[in-house]
């Protein structure tokens, strides 16, 4: 039989922000793996086109009359036209079942070197979009009575490391968010899900390292660095059996246990190990901490001496 928390993935219409590249282009193609009609939102037109042609290809292969769709929208418009956006989408393949917020950006730099504007940039993008498309599509599954609305936050989103002083609030901003519209639409039988990724290898990831501080750097990458398609499954897989959190790898496994919190678990299994095993977590988390600091003050003695030598060579 199957369990009251699955969902079925057949013949829904997904929409992805996001979906014309990385993470979001994996998760759009694993939900037509699964059955699903697709839109996917982004800016850049030449990248949907080429995204959704590689979508449409996979559909025909199924050859179960999936359709593809794609909208340019920037995601941080004002909401009336993200709202005519998800109109428009559900008008031409269906009423949406499933949104995936993945839209996102990340700025990393010490707190005192990022531009002033990239704090608002990045709530912009990475929290308020999902705000946004939310309520553009909740009504409508509040009143059919069926849906799914994920988020994609980030292991920053869990743990708030040198670098992301503008990045984490805004993906434990999802979080809040999240757990919140979890538990009102309940009784609506609207499920809500978060993905936390750590590192993926993905076009954003790529620029993002070329400009990483080398304390960011050495800490975020202590969480491994995965494939977009190994993301897109796991949180793909999450989706059907109900799971609210969807972390990736040991060490994401084990942060999702350290800050569950007071989020939602809807298996009695991984409640189970996040109650027995939460000591051991943290006392694993100041032990890393105590690494991080160790790495941040490594970081900037090597950064003063090399300041120092400058200055000298100068005056020489
Ligand atoms: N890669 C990583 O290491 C990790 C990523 N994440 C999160 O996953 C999500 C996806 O990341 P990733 O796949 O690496 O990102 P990419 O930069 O590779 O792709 C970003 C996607 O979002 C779209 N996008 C960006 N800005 C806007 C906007 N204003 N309006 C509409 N669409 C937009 C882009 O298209 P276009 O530019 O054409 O608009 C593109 O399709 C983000 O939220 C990120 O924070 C979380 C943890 C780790
Ligand atoms: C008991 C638990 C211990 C586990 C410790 C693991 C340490 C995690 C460090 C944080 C990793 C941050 C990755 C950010 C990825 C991201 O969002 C960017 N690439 C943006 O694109």
């Known amino acids: 039989m199957p369990s009251r928390r699955e969902f079925f993935l057949h013949r829904k219409h997904a929409v992805i922000t996001g979906g014309s590249k990385g993470?979001?282009?994996?998760?759009?193609?694993?939900?037509?793996?699964?059955?699903?009609?697709?839109?996917?939102?982004?800016?850049?037109?030449?990248?949907?086109?080429?995204?959704?042609?590689?979508?449409?290809?996979?559909?025909?292969?199924?050859?179960?009359?999936?359709?593809?769709?794609?909208?340019?929208?920037?995601?941080?418009?004002?909401?009336?036209i993200i709202k005519e956006a998800f109109d428009n989408a559900a008008k031409e393949l269906g009423p949406i079942d499933i949104l995936i917020?993945?839209?996102?950006?990340?700025?990393?730099?010490?707190?005192?070197?990022?531009?002033?504007?990239?704090?608002?940039?990045?709530?912009?993008?990475?929290y308020l979009s999902a705000v946004h498309a939310t309520r553009a599509?909740?009504?409508?599954?509040?009143?059919?009575?069926?849906g799914h609305i994920s988020f994609v936050s980030s292991a920053a989103g869990q743990f708030a490391i040198f670098g992301y002083s503008a990045y984490s609030p805004t993906?434990?901003?999802?979080?809040?968010?999240?757990?919140?519209?979890?538990?009102?639409?309940?009784?609506?039988?609207?499920?809500?899900?978060?993905?936390?990724?750590p590192n993926t290898d993905t076009e954003g990831f790529k620029v993002e390292i070329e400009t990483m501080p080398e304390e960011t750097r050495l800490m975020s990458e202590s969480a491994g660095l995965f494939t977009p398609d190994y993301v897109a499954q796991q949180h793909i897989s999450d989706i059907e059996s109900g799971n609210y959190s969807t972390t990736i790898g040991l060490d994401g496994?084990?942060?999702?246990?350290?800050?569950?919190?007071?989020?939602?678990?809807?298996?009695?299994?991984?409640?189970?190990?996040?109650?027995?095993?939460?000591?051991?977590?943290?006392?694993?988390?100041?032990?890393?901490?105590?690494?991080?600091?160790?790495?941040?003050?490594?970081?900037?003695?090597?950064?003063?001496?090399?300041?120092?030598?400058?200055?000298?060579?100068?005056?020489?």
């Open 23 to 80: 993470i979001g282009f994996a998760l759009a193609s694993e939900l037509v793996n699964k059955g699903c009609h697709v839109t996917i939102i982004a800016r850049n037109v030449n990248d949907l086109k080429n995204a959704s042609g590689k979508l449409q290809e996979l559909a025909d292969s199924r050859g179960q009359n999936q359709k593809i769709a794609w909208k340019s929208v920037d995601m941080t418009a004002p909401y009336e």
């Open 101 to 126: 917020n993945n839209a996102g950006h990340s700025v990393q730099a010490p707190f005192c070197d990022l531009p002033i504007t990239d704090f608002e940039n990045q709530m912009k993008i990475n």
């Open 253 to 316: 496994w084990m942060l999702g246990n350290l800050t569950a919190g007071a989020c939602p678990e809807k298996s009695l299994a991984r409640g189970l190990v996040q109650v027995c095993f939460a000591g051991l977590f943290r006392a694993i988390t100041l032990v890393y901490l105590g690494y991080f600091n160790g790495i941040t003050k490594k970081c900037q003695k090597r950064r003063f001496k090399l300041e120092k030598e400058k200055a000298s060579n100068k005056s020489d």
């Open 171 to 197: 993906k434990f901003a999802l979080r809040g968010f999240a757990d919140t519209l979890h538990m009102e639409l309940l009784p609506f039988k609207v499920n809500v899900g978060v993905l936390y990724p």
């Open 137 to 146: 599509v909740v009504d409508d599954m509040k009143q059919r009575q069926t």
